[in-house]
């Protein structure tokens, strides 16, 4: 076996070493042929079943969902394969192109695909171009049904771990690392700001992407060692390679083992600036994590996917629960609920017939405008966190606003919902605190409005950047302008750090780069003291924290916040940590 090396772009850190898994594309290869005018109806039996089959295997990944262990962003996905699914235009008109050609059904399949394909690559707007990949997604799924393929991944080697090798991955695949614990994937394509990196990055998988050819060089069962932070592969490592790779995966090990004597350690820099390290969740499921990771609290609770992950709405009674359990279990430690918040990634599909086709997601009804224009929806949700919070230390986070009337609006709606429960009887916490979402250049710009109004507030970096650089970083063509250390996002981070400062408001970073450990000095150069970021990132923030003197940053903070280009910015926070 000839051993060689493949170089990507390494989107989740870790070493993994295990057996390949290749991942088929059923459009590959498909045959056409002609069928008799008897067999035409069993030819549109054979694709309704198809068809019949990938739903149960959507719903089968719903139900498996429900742990609460797998990022809740997969739900919206999983809505939205659902959605194309059930769409004629892809379940109904192959048995037309059956009937009227009498061809076979995974030629019919294939040829529709083509045509859907082709129309979406003429839509001007990115992100709705970029859906044809869930489209192909999902008549895949029914294609490999078809041809009799398994349309899930089959469950690794006990012995060893299991690489996944794949062209792509879709969300519906991705999923199944909760059930299987895969050591590693790579795929062809892929950038450091896609979906499926973030959920490698959160579910600690090492992944590597953009190896451009790596599922048509590898072939099944081959070692493979993966870098997720060079962004190599090594196929057929001889021995050498292999150990030297496994003493660096022993390592590895050996440090996350340490940083768990972390846990319990407050999280303090060497010269006394105390910091929160807060949790992003999704679910209540997610809080053994949290608690594990010596959260000091949640920081952002994204109520959303109560809301995606299901058909229809949810009552008031059911969100009170979930709310009520994360309130109960982080035991008097602050947990931050976000409303409802529509995003650009997460669909209506499900949510009880409001369902509407947005030109331009990202700067549509979402978040917060949504939220005030579906008043009896935002009205339960209110009523459902303010009966939690008497079960807890709770408070309410309104996501996207931009502008003073909006906070206005937000606030007449609580307190329209907390003289509902004052006539029912029902018990909340009359004193919760209420803060904003800071992702909105205009916001900062606005920002003594919204300190004069709020309570607390949070930036959404992940949005914050997109609106900033006018960056779709789900648009493998544009994402690799999506860039943190931008000289813009410095001095806008820096800006509504200090100006909350000045008015004595807690200010906190929620997005992508609160768990960035190599950008945690810079942050608290900023003068950030309160981060939340995905339970997986805990420990090693805090012992960047731990082994930091803020005092001895201020120079070369303050050089960065002057600096004009992205290099000379990666540069000075290369010397930041090496401090």
């Keep these: 076996m000839v051993s ?21 594309h059923a459009t590959l290869e498909v045959a056409h042929y002609t069928i008799s005018p008897s067999k035409v109806d069993v030819e549109i039996e054979r694709f309704t079943n198809a068809v019949k089959e990938v739903q149960k295997e959507l719903e089968g990944l719903h139900v498996a969902m429900t742990g609460g262990d797998v990022p809740g962003e997969f739900g919206a996905f999983l809505d939205v394969h659902w959605m194309i699914l059930s769409d004629s235009t892809l ?6 192109l059956i009937l009227e050609q009498r061809c076979n059904a995974e030629w019919a399949l294939t040829q529709q695909l083509a045509v859907l394909v082709e129309q979406f690559e003429q839509i001007e707007d990115p992100y709705l171009r970029e859906r044809k990949s869930d489209i192909v997604q999902v008549g895949e799924r029914i294609l490999k049904r078809l041809m009799g393929m398994r349309g899930t991944l089959r469950a690794p080697i006990a012995e060893e771990q299991t690489i996944l090798v794949a062209h792509d991955l879709s969300p519906a695949d991705v999923i199944q690392f909760k059930s299987h614990h895969y050591g590693a994937f790579l795929t062809d394509v892929g950038g450091a700001t896609s979906h499926t990196a973030i959920v490698a990055r959160s579910l600690n998988v090492p992944a590597v992407v953009a190896t451009h050819n790596a599922r048509q060089l590898i072939r099944d069962t081959e070692m493979l060692i993966v870098d997720g932070d060079s962004g190599v592969v090594i196929v057929n490592p001889d021995r050498a390679v292999l150990s030297e790779f496994r003493l660096k995966q022993s390592q590895l090990d050996l ?25 992003n969740i999704e679910l209540p499921g997610d809080l053994a994590q949290t608690l594990e990771n010596g959260a000091t609290g949640v920081g952002l609770f994204r109520s959303e996917f109560l809301f995606l992950n299901r058909k229809g709405l949810p009552s008031e009674d059911e969100q009170f629960e979930a709310y009520r359990a994360v309130a109960q279990g982080m035991h008097g430690r602050p947990v931050t609920i976000r409303t409802f918040d529509l995003g650009a990634d997460k669909h209506l599909e499900g949510l009880g017939g409001l369902s509407r086709v947005a030109p331009n997601p990202a700067l549509g009804l979402r978040a917060v405008r949504f939220c005030l224009a579906e008043p009896r929806l935002f009205l339960t949700q ?44 029902v018990p ?17 710009l606005a920002m003594d409005a919204f300190l004069s109004k709020l309570d607390f507030l949070s930036i959404g970096t992940n949005d914050l950047i997109q609106y900033t650089l006018a960056v779709d970083r789900a648009d493998e063509a544009v994402a690799h302008l999506y860039d943190p250390l931008h000289p813009a996002i410095i001095r806008l981070l820096a800006l509504a750090i200090g100006t909350a400062k000045k008015a004595r408001k807690p200010i906190a970073v929620c997005g992508e780069m609160a768990g960035e450990v190599d950008l945690t000095r810079l942050l608290l150069g900023l003068g ?19 082994t930091t003197e803020v005092a001895a940053l201020k120079g070369l903070v303050e050089r960065i916040r002057r600096a004009d280009g992205p290099e000379k910015i990666a540069a000075l926070v290369d010397r930041l940590n090496a401090l």
């Design 255 to 279: 440090e996350r083992q340490k940083l768990k004597r972390l846990r319990s350690k407050r999280a303090e820099t060497i010269d006394g600036e105390h910091v929160e390290l807060y949790a």
């Design 382 to 425: 209110l009523r459902a966190i303010l009966r939690a919070s008497h079960y807890g230390r709770v408070r309410i986070l309104v996501p996207m606003l931009a502008s003073s009337s909006e906070i206005d609006q937000t606030l007449q709606m609580i307190e329209q919902a907390k003289e509902h429960l004052r006539e029912q009887g």
């Design 91 to 96: 379940s109904e008109a192959p048995k037309r």
């Design 528 to 546: 950030l003291r309160h981060f939340s970021m995905h339970p997986a990132h805990l420990l090693a923030v805090k012992q960047r924290v731990l």
């Design 4 to 24: 060689f090396a493949l170089n990507g772009v390494g989107v989740s850190s870790g070493i993994a070493i295990g057996r390949a898994q290749l991942v088929s």
């Design 428 to 444: 909340f916490d009359s004193s919760i605190e209420i803060g904003g979402m800071i992702e909105i250049p205009a916001a900062i």
